[in-house]
């Protein structure tokens, strides 16, 4: 049976669901690449909140998706962007979030690495900004996953030049026990981080990014790059010491990044892999098997939904993230912490429905096509 779905031009057009999903088999760990998808949280639709209220999660959904993560042999990195961190979940629910999924990792073996910032703070001096980053390194650590220095905010603020970031990162990388990976999110992602590393300049900021991995080799396990410039993430990671791996979060370029070339080849952290999470797996492990045709043939067909997810304003992919979890049936309402399901229009969201459900991503298509149809309900299209 066809659905009728709003255009960008608000007018309808006639879509014909698939019927089956795409069969994907589980199989065993990763042997070529390391790869972690950052992953969402789920709301609890029954919180009586406002957009400026405290997160309320649902935490029974919200570690039951980072299980399904788990069993496709996927990292989760834990409390990152994706997880709406400044964009809903504060601090507080940040910490709990973490505690948890770290507990459930352990129980698992899963892995997981865990995002370390600054959010505590709506602004503050560098030394505010340093105890910040310290309490939260600290529980990460304590939980038992690995540390991501996320970029903060706060220091985009209060840092005068690249010595801050320099004088900063070195501080944080003797504390930490053990490597580290560094996240360098654009812009595009967060605005408020421009001229990140001192510089909106990017080759002076890649300088001192790289002065500083260079100053603390054995305590920079990789680096996770977010700049959407495919030639710039190559670049840097033949810069990058022998030992230090370079996540791609290049959610527009990721086929290629990760299959790599003559020279090397990038591994993965990325919030696409939230959707795409049994496809990306089933992908990797043709990568394994040295079928970088076949790794290609199942992965660049998805990157025109992650282009249209994360098309500008970049930052509210998230809703789209959430909308096709609800979507798959990873959870019962198109609810999500700050209210941001409104982020994005309905158009948007019916054009991600149709690509999602080409690629074969949903496990029920009918489950799938009945949520998309109350959807277009709710928003007055009865056809």
């Known amino acids: 049976m066809s659905i009728e779905l709003p255009d960008a031009q608000g007018l309808l057009r006639t879509y014909e669901p698939r019927t089956e999903p795409l069969a994907v088999t589980a199989g065993a760990p990763f042997t070529s690449r390391t790869v972690f998808s950052a992953a969402h ?74 995002g370390v910032g600054t959010d505590q703070l709506a602004a503050g001096t ?40 320099l004088e900063m990162y070195g501080y944080l990388l003797r504390q930490s026990a053990e490597p580290v990976i560094l996240h360098w999110l654009g812009p595009m992602f967060d605005p408020a981080l421009e001229g990140y590393w001192g510089s909106s300049d990017l080759d002076a900021a890649t300088g001192t990014f790289l002065e500083v991995i260079a100053a603390h080799p054995d305590k920079v396990d990789g680096i996770k790059v977010s700049l959407l410039d495919a030639q710039r993430e190559v670049d840097l990671r033949r810069r990058l010491p022998q030992g230090v791996r370079c996540y791609t979060g290049d959610d527009f370029h990721y086929p290629e990044l990760i299959a790599g070339d003559e020279q090397g080849f990038s591994h993965a952290l990325l919030g696409i892999f ?14 394994d098997t040295g079928d970088t045709a076949g790794f290609r043939g199942l992965l660049d067909p998805t990157v025109e939904l992650s282009r249209h997810l994360f098309q500008a304003p970049t930052r ?68």
């Open 316 to 383: 509210f992919y998230k809703t789209g993230v959430v909308f096709l979890a609800w979507l798959a049936g990873h959870q019962d309402h198109f609810a999500m912490v700050g209210g941001l399901q409104s982020a994005r229009s309905l158009p948007h969201l019916a054009r991600a429905y149709e690509l999602a459900d080409g690629l074969g991503l949903f496990p029920d298509p009918k489950l799938a096509e009945d949520r998309m149809r109350t959807l277009l309900h709710l928003y007055g299209v009865t056809s």
């Open 41 to 114: 949280v789920v709301a609890d639709p029954y919180a009586d909140t406002t957009p400026d209220s405290p997160a309320a999660v649902d935490w029974d959904a919200t570690l039951a998706f980072r299980h399904h993560l788990w069993s496709h042999g996927l990292g989760v990195a834990e409390a990152m962007d994706t997880a709406q961190r400044g964009m809903g979940l504060d601090w507080a629910g940040a910490a709990e979030l973490i505690r948890r999924s770290a507990a459930e990792a352990k129980a698992v073996g899963g892995r997981i690495a865990c």
């Open 126 to 165: 560098l030394e505010e900004v340093r105890a910040a980053y310290e309490e939260q390194l600290l529980l990460v650590e304590e939980s038992g996953a690995q540390a991501i220095l996320m970029a903060s905010r706060a220091l985009a603020a209060a840092a005068r030049s690249p010595e801050d970031y």
């Open 274 to 287: 939230d959707p795409l999470g049994p496809l990306a797996a089933q992908a990797v492990r043709a990568l």
